[in-house]
Structure formats: C-alpha cells, structure tokens
C-alpha cells in the first residue's frame, strides 16, 4: 500500500470485475476512495466483493448500478460519485463488452450498442466529470491492442469501437490540457479475466502471440493505470500505452 493518491476520489465504470475490480483495488491501495459501476444484479454479489476489499485497506468505497449503453446512467454515474465525495479527481472508463462473429452477421443493435458502451460512453462521462475534475485532474481511457492491430477474423466492431478511444483520447488531451488535466488510453492484452480466461480455449493461440508467451494479469494493467492516475502522470496526455507482454511489438 502507498499514499500517493490519498485525500483522491475515483471514478471506475465497469468495476466489479476483472481489470475494473483490479483498478479499484489499485488505486484504493495507493489511499483514494473510489466508486465505481457495475451494470446487473447478477454483478451485484461481485460488486459488494469488491466494496470490501476496499474497505480493508482503509478506504471508502461506493458501488454504482449504470449501464453504460444508457447515456443518463453513465452521466448519473459521474454526478453521483462527485456528490458522495464532494470531488472526483480521476475518471477510468473501463466498461466494455467482447462483440465477437463475422462482419457479415453484425446487426446494426449490436453496432449500436457496442459503438455506445466503448465509445459514447466514454466521453459522456468524461464530459460530465469535466465539470467536477480540479485542475490536475486525470481521464484513463481502458482500449485494447486490437485497436492497432487485428491478428484474427470477428473482431471488427471490437476493434473500431476501441479504435475509436484513440480519437477521443487526443482530442480530450488538447480540450483539457490547458487545465492541466492528463488524458490517456491504456490499451490491455490477452488478459485473463472471465471475459478471456488463460485457459479458454483460444488461450494458446493469443499466447504465442504474445513476445513474453503469457496472459497478463488484471493487476498488469492496473499498476500502468495507477501510475497514470499519480504524480508519475502528470506530464503524459494523450498517449496510448500499450501493455500486451509484447503482442503488438
């Protein structure tokens, strides 16, 4: 555990789970108080999980219910965080979905639904939290390396909908520089989550891949979020960083 983030609130949406719930931990155990959303009841039982887990190490923690394809819920989600603590100094929009199948078979519900969880939402809420953030402020941006380089069929509306965060992420960085706000994308590899677990059946092909042969752990991608979000940050905006144990190199 660390203090560099004490006396900081967050924001994580898609926080009950895999790389979000890692997140909250991350940045709870540098001594932030963090909210974050989840999107079903069935996600409800994780998400207490997770609030627990924050208040063991010291921290206050917040569960949120949105879903990120509704645009009221995702800018209630920021309002929500910002009045519980009376601040909100750092945004991760993390909730995502895994669209998989030929181009062909893509209805336009899924493309629609895919481009508002990856890509509207994420800068709705960065919108609203535009409003709350001081200067300083940070927007952490989850991507994925598919986003830059597509080694097998189906992903396509995956990788435009992640793709697109790169545009967002630029154009924030300049909107907000001046405020001193920071504004990057993490892009994340093959981790293993229940989304794409190391040992689901296409785990070995995405391994190979990969220049280091292994999965990530979610706690990979949190510590490069977590160093964003601290004072090791401040002078990155704008840039995608990519942490795939090498897929993409």
Do not use: C
Not at 17 to 44: K, N, Q, W
């Amino acid at each position: 555990m660390g203090d560099t983030l004490l006396g900081k609130a967050a924001l994580v949406t898609g926080g009950s789970r895999g790389i979000g719930a890692a997140i909250v931990r991350g940045l709870a155990g540098e001594g932030a108080d963090v909210a974050f959303t989840y999107v079903s009841p069935a996600s409800e039982k994780r998400a207490r999980g997770v609030v627990e887990e924050v208040e063991a190490l010291g921290r206050q923690a917040l569960m949120i219910k949105a879903d990120a394809a509704r645009a009221d819920e995702v800018s209630g989600a920021v309002r929500g965080a910002a009045a519980t603590w009376g601040r909100l100094d750092i945004l991760v929009n993390n909730a995502g979905i895994y669209p998989w199948g030929p181009f062909e078979d893509v209805t336009v519900e899924e493309l629609d639904r895919t481009l508002a969880i990856h890509a509207r939402a994420a800068f709705l809420a960065a919108q609203a939290a535009s409003h709350h953030l001081p200067d300083g402020g940070r927007i952490i941006n989850i991507g994925s390396n598919l986003a830059d380089r597509v080694p097998f069929p189906g992903i396509a509306l995956y990788a435009m909908s992640k793709a697109a965060l790169g545009g967002l992420t630029r154009g924030l960085a300049r909107e907000l520089g001046p405020r001193g706000i920071t504004v990057n994308v993490v892009h994340p590899g093959s981790t293993d989550t229940e989304m794409n677990p190391a040992d689901g059946e296409s785990a070995d092909y995405q391994r190979a891949l990969s220049a280091l042969d292994r999965f990530l752990d979610p706690d990979d991608v949190a510590a490069t979020v977590v160093h964003l979000a601290g004072p090791g940050g401040r002078a990155i905006t704008g840039a995608a960083i990519t942490v795939d144990a090498g897929t993409n190199a």
